[in-house]
């Protein structure tokens, strides 16, 4: 069976693997190497990576990092892209009219790049993250950078993929506010509890499920898991980040999203197949056939 993956940064993998420079030798606000032969010898090892997968969908974190994913993994037909903003971005300097101008600029670009915009599926990865910060002001442009961000996937009529992490009450919140994408959207890297996935089924959303339910800790997870219906979740690693167990805390690998899909089939009393095909046609109804 061929795997996808809905959420995977390939950059930031490559890098810990260290076939791609560091940041100090990546020039972000174009996307390019300064060194580019660097990336020839690195692209046997991307196809290696995915030769398993039909296909991977890769998020972006800013519009510079849309430009640098865009410009590593264009020439390869299995990875398709997400325009993100991260809240994470959100500093004390962060200046919102700047931002939302350069992302213009680059959406611009893509209107005048058909075989890109047509790997564009959709806005993401954006939200709310209120874990390494509490300060009302960064919060309060968190909150007013995502609603930028909803206002664009409905103006570009893309699904949003969503970053919440500790605001789930802000979430919702606004999230009602914007009845134009209900029904069009997924929770990334979802660990919230039964009742917070009620929140999100009510609204239409969809909820991506990775490594974190594979924890033995998890146990809210996994409830709302096993009370999740079959049409509203998908598959995801989030690699390099939160390798399922028992690979906790090492580089989560491609191949990993098996074990990820095992859980997730044991834990709903679904064969493996069975998870990875609602996986698959959760993904096209949500994404468009990749």
């Not at 990336?39 to 519009?63: A, G, R, W, Y």
């Not at 939302?100 to 954006?126: C, F, H, K, P, T």
């Not at 033995?216 to 079959?230: E, G, H, W």
Request: some cysteine; hydrophobic content about 40%; aromatic content about 10%.
């Amino acid at each position: 069976m061929m795997y996808h993956d809905t959420h995977a940064h390939l950059d930031l993998l490559l890098q810990r693997l260290g076939d791609l420079p560091g940041e100090k030798d990546l020039n972000l606000e174009r996307g390019e190497l300064k060194h580019m032969e660097d990336f020839e010898i690195s692209k046997h090892k991307v196809n290696d990576l995915m030769s398993k997968h039909d296909f991977v969908i890769h998020p972006t974190v800013s519009t510079e990092n849309f430009y640098l994913v865009s410009s590593l993994f264009r020439s390869f037909s299995k990875v398709y892209f997400l325009l993100g903003s991260h809240p994470e971005i959100v500093k004390e300097k962060f200046r919102l009219e700047n931002y939302i101008d350069i992302q213009q600029s680059l959406i611009a670009e893509l209107e005048a790049d058909q075989n890109l915009l047509n790997r564009l599926v959709g806005i993401g990865e954006v939200g709310l993250d209120y874990h390494y910060s509490k300060d009302p002001i960064i919060i309060e442009k968190q909150k007013c950078l995502f609603e930028e961000q909803i206002s664009l996937a409905i103006k570009l009529n893309l699904p949003l993929v969503i970053h919440c992490r500790e605001a789930f009450s802000d979430l919702f919140t606004i999230l009602k506010s914007y009845p134009d994408i209900h029904n069009n959207f997924l929770i990334h890297c979802f660990t919230g509890d039964t009742d917070d996935l009620q929140k999100v089924l009510e609204i239409g959303g969809k909820v991506a499920f990775g490594g974190v339910a594979t924890f033995a800790s998890a146990r809210d997870l996994q409830d709302a898991v096993k009370y999740c219906p079959t049409d509203s979740f998908v598959l995801e690693t989030d690699l390099p980040f939160l390798a399922p167990a028992p690979h906790r805390s090492q580089i989560c690998m491609p191949e990993m999203i098996d074990e990820i899909a095992e859980t997730i089939a044991n834990l709903k009393g679904l064969t493996k197949k069975e998870t990875w095909n609602y996986s698959l046609k959760n993904t096209v109804n949500l994404f468009g056939q990749l």
